[in-house]
């Protein structure tokens, strides 16, 4: 029985060494580009439209020029139940109602005439995005490496507009709405093909079949995570700090296996976790609930609003200094209007009556949590644990989060000016935070929120990572070439 042990244990000694060094060969230069392009998100993340630079580029409304009242405009949709989204801004020249269904259609309503608009030509779309500009070129695009993701879906196709700007800004006009969807620069662009592309295998064809893209990406990060982790094992398995090997050495490898070896037990611990991790992030076996208010609850936390009954004039009353927009949200069977500008808007009841409180927004987020009743409520002022900024998201403050007693044990951070659902937070996605954000971002406490030194430990344990990797993979080439040659 002894000698079957030993031989099993031999064997799975062997194993263990024959598996790594070929995983390494195999997956040696994803190891190092991903090491390297996480370095970059650190500084560039993956080009999105903020609602600032949506407010931003809108001009002021034309208080004139509206003469549709919002229930108007919804009768002119037909839209069945409460919209996901409904907005009074300008496109261009002409003053419109914005309105997303809960199934993810759009539609466009003048807010001159009560006209349904149609589809945005390129010409239009100059005028839309570079307004007098001589420079600017027009393209068609359905789909490509920026709008490649399924929430793009109901705005397409684009008219992608290029300013012809120093900073080559391009603009993609959705020819369903009109709206501006997303804004690029050259520089964004160029960092994030050796940033966020590399990072997650962000091309195009793959990404495009989200379940495909998903199912390749936990395949690979779970052989590359094993990978990592038999390395670390076998790391230590190989030091000695008693009985060291000859020379008085703590490691029996010599050259670049030297090297090799050391950085593995400085950095291994750190490459093994933030490997692991990142196949954490591709929820396996759907193990995490998704951050986002599922349809449900957003539907019982709106209700069922009576009709608006506001008046065009009336509804200049509810502007503010630097006013872009009006968005009017249905939050607890009544509907409230708020002043979008770019320092932020705060909810006020359509009535005019009252403005928007923390017991109106429990009471309103208490209709989806049928199973639970509340718990508590809280105003956040400061950042924890779990409500915290990160990179280049710095996470509006106050929050109000509610705590109920269903069988998720669900958190909600709702904004208490306006009453966003900013996240949904239940057990699952509270054990994520800690198996993904932590090891993975380094949103651990003490770095979250001092940016100087939370980058300088990204640098410190990724420079390691990156040793592990180039020593890994100039060992693994000369092993393959030897092999290759034999």
């Not at 109000?400 to 951070?413: I, K, N, S, V």
Request: aromatic letters at 10%; glycine letters at 10%; hydrophobic letters at 45%.
């Amino acid at each position: 029985m002894v000698k079957l042990s030993r031989r099993l244990g031999k064997a799975g000694r062997r194993f263990l060494l024959l598996f790594h060094r070929w995983s390494g060969i195999a997956l040696g230069l994803l190891f190092t580009v991903w090491i390297g392009s996480g370095l970059v998100m650190l500084y560039v993340p993956f080009p999105t439209l903020t609602e600032a630079e949506r407010l931003a580029r809108l001009p002021p409304l034309v208080w004139d020029h509206v003469a549709v009242a919002p229930d108007e405009a919804l009768r002119a949709v037909g839209l069945s139940g409460v919209p996901a989204a409904f907005d009074l801004e300008m496109r261009g020249a002409e003053p419109v109602y914005r309105i997303a269904g809960r199934d993810g259609g759009r539609a466009t309503i003048s807010a001159r005439t009560g006209e349904r608009l149609g589809p945005v030509t390129p010409e239009a779309a100059l005028q839309l995005a570079a307004p007098g500009s001589a420079n600017a070129r027009v393209t068609p695009v359905e789909r490509d490496q920026w709008t490649v993701t399924a929430r793009y879906d109901p705005l397409r196709p684009f008219l992608k507009v290029a300013l012809g700007d120093a900073a080559g800004t391009e603009l993609y006009v959705s020819e369903v709405t009109g709206a501006i969807a997303l804004d690029t620069t050259r520089s964004e662009r160029a960092w994030n093909w050796v940033g966020s592309v590399a990072h997650w295998i962000y091309l195009t064809p793959v990404r495009a079949r989200a379940e495909l893209w998903r199912t390749f990406l936990l395949w690979l990060s779970g052989f590359a995570a094993l990978g990592a982790v038999s390395g670390f094992a076998i790391g230590i398995w190989r030091l000695r700090l008693r009985r060291r090997y000859a020379g008085c050495a703590v490691t029996p490898y010599r050259g670049l296996a030297r090297w090799h070896h050391l950085l593995g037990l400085a950095g291994g611990l750190g490459l093994s976790t933030f490997i692991l991790s990142g196949w954490i992030s591709m929820n396996p076996n759907r193990w995490f609930a998704a951050p986002s208010p599922p349809a449900d609850l957003r539907a019982a936390y709106a209700d069922s609003p009576p009709a608006l009954k506001l008046d065009p004039p009336r509804l200049r009353a509810f502007a503010a200094p630097e006013t872009r927009a009006l968005r009017f949200a249905a939050i607890g069977g009544a509907w409230w209007v708020i002043a979008e500008a770019t320092g932020g808007g705060r909810a006020v009841k359509a009535d005019g009556a009252s403005a928007l409180d923390a017991g109106t927004i429990a009471a309103a987020a208490a209709e989806g949590f049928a199973d639970g009743p509340l718990r508590s409520m809280r105003q956040m002022t400061a950042y924890d644990a779990y409500w915290y900024p990160h990179g280049t998201d710095p996470r509006p403050l106050p929050v109000l989060r509610l705590r109920f007693g269903d069988a998720a044990a669900t958190w909600l951070h709702v904004d208490p000016r306006d009453g966003t659902i900013l996240q949904r937070l239940d057990r699952s996605g509270r054990i994520n935070r800690w198996l993904f954000d932590a090891p993975h971002r380094l949103d651990l406490p003490g770095l979250t929120g001092n940016r100087p030194l939370h980058d300088a430990a990204q640098w410190v344990l990724n420079m390691l990572a990156g040793g592990i990797a180039i020593t890994g993979v100039m060992a693994g080439w000369r092993r393959l070439r030897r092999t290759l040659s034999a």
